[in-house]
């Protein structure tokens, strides 16, 4: 169920927060478990068999990955094996799904869907994060930095945590693991963690899904020429919304996770503040650039630092053809992850250094241009059209045909809702809240008899924020995130 459809706000979570609270807390590892497998179920009911299996056979791994690490073997065979079958599973259905495999005839089922890609229906919910988790796992029991669940339902739990399924993030067991131990559900994590949902929730359906309406029109034109000046405006909007719609989805993952006693982790760090595509990278998409780090990059790097003479950046640009591949095996995720990995390879060398020593708002224009250029190669649907879309950036894109309107609704008519959710998108991309907050913060503790009217009024904002949300959500009805499909 997503978290954006007005029953799982206004009816699902207010169960989920009244009974998580008042439950003894003996019950509470049954209770995630049962959210868990609930919300699949109510999202993906035909896939809880295969989520059954995955989870059972890494379960089992676990016990034969551990006794080989206690025995100090030469080769750990159940490692290699379960890293085979967990990646073989992720490319089997990324195949599937760049390719349109008929999947549904080679199963003899079929299943009706309204969307627009064959397939798109029947990738598994989350599959990409579940895979990465339940490799780090294993990974970790190898390397002994935890030992093996032994209790199936907080195993379960933690492969199939619902909050962070849809876009993560990808959590680590020992950072997971706490939360499963102490879950720390009172008041105030309720009050922390509903805020936090209302925030994401507001920066998905308020910024994200106002800008997507202009955007995918564009991006579904076939031989797509538009005003150079809308090009431009487009592509600006296309970095607002993929921001907006991802790290709202983190938020409230994080925020329901707050709810239910967990504390997931951070997943954006104000990216557009980046002086570069490096430090861009450290700061988008936080727990995936961390597992490529501890999983591929330093054991990779580790070993080729014993061949004399070879270029270590290299592999910068192989993690990121693999962070590509882990989108999808479409030919714009490929070329999107080698364009960054070249680009970051470019920046930690001689040249990159002088890029660093430029004047600072040459290094801003540099990374917020090419991460831009980024995300059209990311969106669209394949390389020809950004060599169509480039034409229009340029000004050579010819005759600009008049479409119906029922094809570019509502393009090209810019409605000023389309300004000021750019201009706050903009605004908040920086780090302009917290330092509201502690504005705010610091004007209260300083003049005590303002405390109740703070915090009214922040609670009616909220509240404003969560009436507003609904109501859009109720006029234009919801719209899947940008990552939900990963």
């Avoid at 490529?292 to 070993?303: A, K, M, S, T």
């Avoid at 915090?455 to 009616?460: E, F, M, V």
């Amino acid at each position: 169920m997503n978290y954006t459809r007005p029953i799982f706000i206004l009816f699902a979570l207010p169960i989920v927060v009244l009974v998580n609270f008042i439950l003894p807390a003996r019950f509470r590892k049954y209770w995630i478990a049962l959210l868990s497998i609930g919300g699949l179920f109510l999202t993906q009911p035909y896939y809880l068999i295969f989520y059954s299996l995955l989870v059972g056979i890494n379960y089992g791994f676990a016990f034969l990955n551990s006794i080989a690490t206690r025995k100090e073997l030469k080769v750990n065979w159940p490692l290699i094996l379960i890293v085979v079958i967990d990646i073989g599973l992720l490319v089997f259905f990324k195949w599937t799904q760049s390719f349109s495999f008929p999947l549904q005839n080679f199963f003899s089922v079929r299943f009706p869907t309204t969307h627009e890609h064959p397939l798109e229906w029947i990738f598994p919910l989350g599959l990409s994060y579940t895979i990465f988790q339940l490799l780090s796992y294993q990974m970790d029991l190898s390397s002994e930095i935890i030992e093996v669940e032994k209790d199936p339902i907080r195993f379960v739990s933690y492969s199939l945590f619902y909050p962070k399924m849809y876009s993560g993030p990808i959590q680590r067991y020992d950072t997971f693991k706490p939360g499963l131990d102490n879950s720390a559900v009172n008041i105030e994590n309720i009050n922390r963690g509903l805020r936090r949902f209302i925030l994401g929730l507001a920066k998905k359906v308020l910024i994200a899904d106002v800008l997507v309406r202009y955007i995918d029109p564009v991006f579904a034109m076939k031989n797509i020429a538009i005003p150079t000046l809308h090009a431009w405006f487009i592509l600006i909007l296309l970095a607002i919304q993929i921001y907006y719609d991802f790290s709202g989805m983190i938020d409230m993952a994080l925020g329901l996770a707050q709810i239910l006693g967990f504390t997931l982790s951070e997943n954006f760090d104000y990216p557009y503040i980046s002086k570069s595509v490096t430090e861009f990278w450290r700061r988008w998409h936080i727990t995936l650039g961390a597992w490529f780090r501890d999983y591929v990059f330093i054991p990779l790097q580790f070993r080729v630092r014993k061949i004399k003479g070879f270029p270590i950046q290299s592999i910068t640009v192989l993690i990121f053809l693999l962070t590509g591949l882990w989108h999808g095996f479409d030919n714009h995720f490929i070329a999107w992850g080698l364009m960054l990995g070249m680009v970051i390879a470019i920046e930690n060398t001689k040249v990159g250094k002088k890029i660093s020593q430029a004047w600072k708002p040459l290094q801003h224009i540099w990374t917020l241009g090419i991460i831009s250029f980024s995300w059209l190669v990311f969106r669209a649907p394949g390389l020809g059209f950004v060599y169509r879309y480039l034409r229009n950036l340029l000004g050579l894109q010819g005759e600009i045909p008049v479409h119906p309107f029922s094809e570019t609704k509502p393009y090209p008519i810019f409605e000023n809702s389309v300004f000021i959710a750019a201009l706050v998108g903009i605004l908040f991309a920086m780090p302009v809240y917290p330092w509201l907050k502690e504005k705010i913060k610091g004007f209260v503790q300083e003049h005590q008899k303002w405390y109740w009217v703070a915090l009214i009024a922040d609670s009616l904002l909220l509240l404003l924020l969560l009436i507003l949300c609904v109501g859009m959500i109720v006029y234009n009805a919801p719209l899947p995130g940008v990552y939900d499909k990963f």
